[in-house]
């Protein structure tokens, strides 16, 4: 049974760091595609920041030049470094994964799975 488990949430004062992880169990296979959502109360989950298995990256505008996204395809583990976190950021964060086939020029999927969430508050 695949499972992808968040940690690193927590709270930090504005200014502060954190770093979340993904990791995903339970799989053969490998992680390709991967994003970062983040869903604040009463609003919408919304796309934070983004990599292919290329390891092309993209970030929201609200979050570039403070996120950062990689991953450890070893440890078939994810990562969202977040600095100069901001009150704004407060959110539950979400990582999703492609899980499939990854080679050196290819990436065939076999399943997408979300993580359980991590709590993310930034105190001003």
């Known amino acids: 049974q695949v499972q992808l488990v968040e940690s690193g949430g927590g709270l930090v004062q504005a200014g502060g760091t954190l770093r979340l992880s993904c990791a995903a169990s339970?799989?053969?296979?490998?992680?390709?595609?991967v994003g970062w959502y983040r869903q604040a109360p009463g609003k919408q989950r919304e796309l934070v920041a983004a990599?292919?298995?290329?390891?092309?990256?993209n970030y929201a505008d609200s979050v570039k030049g403070r996120f950062t996204i990689s991953r450890d395809n070893a440890k078939n583990t994810v990562y969202l470094q977040m600095n100069s976190l901001k009150p704004e950021d407060t959110a539950v964060y979400y990582c999703?994964?492609?899980?499939?086939?990854?080679?050196?020029?290819?990436?065939?999927?076999?399943?997408?799975?979300w993580g359980q969430g991590t709590q993310v508050t930034v105190s001003s």
């Open positions: 990599s292919t298995w290329g390891t092309n990256t």
């Open positions: 999703n994964v492609a899980l499939g086939y990854l080679g050196d020029t290819y990436f065939s999927p076999r399943g997408n799975y």
């Open positions: 339970g799989s053969i296979f490998s992680i390709g595609d």
